[in-house]
């Protein structure tokens, strides 16, 4: 009889500003200890992957709803799903004027192992299903399907090479999925690959900034709890059309008001356990969380993402909308 997988034994559920997993699980008092740094941080600085985790659904499968898997079952899931994209050819492209779409070698995860660590990126709500999206989430999505290529302003703000935001940083992606973090006394700093976001993080700093100031990827405030760092982020600014998991066609908007809670629990030398909570009563009917795994890997190097300077996509869609405008227009169908 093989274990069940562990991380499902109790789902991880937010208390003032700590998750309470961390608190009661075995994860929290390792007999591994890191490296104390001079300021008292334990130190997690190096390159850290997620790449394991682009396997795992966002969401329960069907298959496990209501139960906790074995880990061989899990393991026999995860390769499934892992082998089935590695040998999927794109198609569609033989009749049409267009470049296609990406080979699979272009992907981190063509040439990387999945991690079968759990049926679902989602752990919280228990069933492991995103809450469902506000009505005026909704009606935000159906503009952005309509009008995202209006304007610049309309366009999805990592598209425009300004901000992925918090989910697009720091969830499993299709590339770039390295981060690397870096500490100094009283900060930590995690850099994405992607448009070189930065995310600085003050230790032990006191209160958020005004309410006035709103940020991109919010206004982050870390404190370690033993061997975990609690990041508590507010001040976002409103953004009509982000990149969020599974939010499908038109993305989703980042209503102000936004709360996210982030914990990196060092489980040994080479792992971090990650989740990631968010609070938005404008765009999600209730709070939810997802946890995965970030993996030591000194072999990955991050290189020049020139997004700006190489971003004929926004220059050239808008351009494009503009021609089939005229179009319409000349033909009376609009």
């Known amino acids: 009889m093989t274990n069940p997988v562990k991380f499902l034994v109790s789902p991880p559920q937010l ?16 007999e591994w200890q890191p490296d104390i740094l001079a300021d008292g941080q334990p130190n997690i600085t190096g390159m850290w992957n997620n790449v394991g985790a ?33 040998g999927a050819v794109w198609q569609g492209f033989e009749n049409s004027n267009g470049v296609g779409a990406y080979e699979n070698y272009w992907f981190d995860w063509y040439w990387s192992d999945a991690q079968a660590d759990a049926p679902a990126l989602i752990v919280d709500p ?5 809450p469902a999206f506000t009505e005026q989430a909704l009606a935000q999505k159906r503009f952005n399907v309509e009008s995202e290529h209006d304007f610049a302003d309309t366009v999805e ?23 690397l973090i870096m500490q100094s006394p009283g900060f930590v700093m995690i850099h994405s690959e992607m448009i070189h976001n930065a995310r600085i993080i003050p230790i ?9 100031i709103k940020l991109w ?10 061997n975990t760092l609690i990041v508590e982020s507010t001040n976002f600014r409103y953004v009509g059309n982000m990149r969020a998991p599974g939010s499908g066609a038109g993305n989703a908007p980042q209503h102000e008001g936004r709360r996210m809670i982030e914990t990196f629990t060092i489980e040994d030398e080479n792992t971090l356990r990650y989740t990631l909570t968010v609070e ?25 993402y020139a997004c700006h300077e190489g971003n004929y996509a926004m220059e050239t869609r808008l351009r494009g909308a503009r021609v089939v405008e005229r179009g319409l227009s000349e033909t009376g169908s609009r």
Not at 157 to 179: E, I, Q, W
């Open 54 to 86: 682009t396997a795992t659904p966002l969401e329960m499968p069907d298959q496990f709803e209501g139960k906790v898997p074995t880990q061989d079952e899990l393991d026999a899931f995860i390769a499934r799903r892992d082998e089935a994209r590695k």
């Open 280 to 304: 938005d009563p404008k765009t999600y009917e209730a709070a939810w969380t997802v946890a995965f795994p970030y993996v030591k890997d000194g072999e990955y190097k991050q290189y020049e």
């Open 204 to 212: 032990d700093a006191g209160d958020h900034v005004d309410e006035k």
């Open 15 to 30: 208390l003032t500003g700590t998750l309470a997993l961390l608190l009661s699980s075995p994860l929290a008092a390792q």
């Open 126 to 130: 228990p069933n492991g299903r995103r």
């Open 217 to 226: 990827e919010g206004d982050p405030r870390g404190r370690w709890e033993g």
């Open 157 to 179: 703000s990592g598209d425009r090479c300004l901000s992925r935001g918090v989910f697009g940083m720091m969830m499993p992606t299709a590339y770039n999925n390295g981060k």
